[in-house]
């Protein structure tokens, strides 16, 4: 079952400017992921941040995630247009067990 | 290295018809494994998941079913394909569970006709 719900579900920016995606999710979690999806490809893992971590970088990207508010935000500074994707927030840990629940995303298109 | 193949790449079936999609991971060893499915336009759904050899977990009723014959391989089948089984399958594999990442596979795109 979907947990996580992207907001927005479209992001239209230029080069330089920066992307940023929110992710908020109904229970208690023991993780959130963040994943790209390029159209017709697989999703690439990008970031994961624990229930007991607040903020967390990697390279241009910045997660945080609130727990008493159920959300987490992606932000992606200095986009380039390869960073035109789906991003995906997965909440883990909880329901199944063993497997991940994914929003339905956000669709970022970064214009030249 | 681990890489992960599923296939095919993309597939044409009628209605009716059946279905077998595979997936398997090499440089790893028990690994979990998951077939989703992505409707156009939505996130993911995961359909079944494996912790072990014969051992399939399904998440939704449907007229699909998983095998999983040896270690790191994983099989999506039909015996009669629906229209609405059109879609993206994904099959991903992980070391944990839901406290670690998981690795995608590059999809096959279903289309029944």
């Known amino acids: 079952s979907q947990q996580g719900e992207e907001d927005p579900q479209a992001l239209s920016i230029q080069e330089g400017e920066n992307a940023t995606m929110n992710c908020s999710y109904k229970?208690?979690?023991?993780?959130l992921q963040w994943y790209r999806q390029n159209s017709g490809r697989g999703l690439v893992h990008l970031i994961l941040i624990r229930s007991n971590e607040r903020e967390k970088h990697s390279g241009r990207l910045r997660v945080t995630l609130d727990t008493s508010k159920k959300s987490s935000s992606l932000l992606i500074t200095a986009s380039r247009a390869a960073d035109t994707a789906s991003y995906f927030c997965a909440t883990g840990g909880q329901g199944s067990g063993y497997a991940l629940n994914f929003g339905k995303g956000t669709s970022l298109l970064v214009t030249p | 290295s681990q890489t992960i193949h599923q296939w095919p790449a993309t597939l044409v079936q009628p209605v009716g018809s059946p279905l077998s999609l595979e997936c398997t991971v090499e440089?790893?060893?028990?690994?979990?494994l998951y077939w989703y499915r992505q409707a156009a336009g939505r996130g993911l759904q995961l359909l079944f998941y494996?912790?072990?050899?014969?051992?399939i977990s399904s998440e939704v009723p449907q007229n699909l079913s998983a095998s999983r014959p040896q270690d790191r391989q994983f099989i999506l089948s039909s015996k009669k394909l629906l229209l609405s089984d059109s879609g993206f399958y994904l099959c991903?594999?992980?070391?944990?569970?839901?406290?670690?990442?998981?690795?995608f596979g590059p999809g096959t795109r279903l289309t029944v006709t």
């Open positions: 229970t208690s979690i023991n993780n």
């Open positions: 440089g790893t060893s028990n690994p979990n």
């Open positions: 991903a594999w992980s070391v944990g569970g839901g406290e670690d990442e998981q690795y």
């Open positions: 494996s912790v072990g050899i014969g051992q």
